[in-house]
């Protein structure tokens, strides 16, 4: 199950809260942050990645956990996310942090485990939690919950 929360500061108010979101978002800080990941993404050096992660987002990655080509970490709030040790975040991979629908924000840490890959095109939503040892396959969207020593594949999402 997603452990979501509702964004303290965004109240109902008949307009979506993506028309307010530098009320709820700084506008500097999603700018600062747009920069740091389009520049990882295209970053070659994997170690150099992992490191700005950690330093500039505030994102918490495990010893040689890498992210590969064209990954993106949520823009709003990156230091929700958690990876283990010797995971792999595959190609053009999504980990999405906050949720913006018609009349609601929410936001949930987003914690994958160690020994962990996910595969190529996967979408990771918030208020997930992924165990270790797990294999995501290609293009799957994590919708919930992940248990430790399991593979997860497709959309809607199967776990054997």
Not at 54 to 62: A, F, K, S, T, Y
């Amino acid at each position: 199950m997603r452990k979501l929360k509702p964004h303290r500061e965004y109240q109902i108010t008949h307009t979506n809260p993506l028309w307010h979101i530098y009320r709820l978002v700084k506008f500097p800080k999603v700018l600062r942050q747009t920069i740091i990941i389009e520049v990882c993404r295209y970053m070659p050096n994997l170690k150099l990645k992992s490191n700005m992660y950690r330093q500039l987002l505030g994102m918490n990655i495990g010893k040689h956990s890498v992210f590969a080509f064209k990954v993106v970490p949520d823009l709003f709030y990156p230091e929700l996310i958690t990876v283990g040790n010797n995971s792999v975040i595959g190609y053009n991979t999504t980990i999405l942090t906050h949720e913006i629908l018609v009349d609601e924000f929410k936001y949930g840490k987003v914690t994958i485990g160690s020994h962990t890959l996910i595969g190529a095109n996967v979408t990771i939503l918030p208020g997930v939690t992924i165990g270790d040892h797990v294999k995501i396959g290609a293009g799957t969207v994590v919708s919930k919950d992940v248990p430790s020593n399991s593979v997860a594949f497709g959309n809607p999402i199967q776990i054997k």
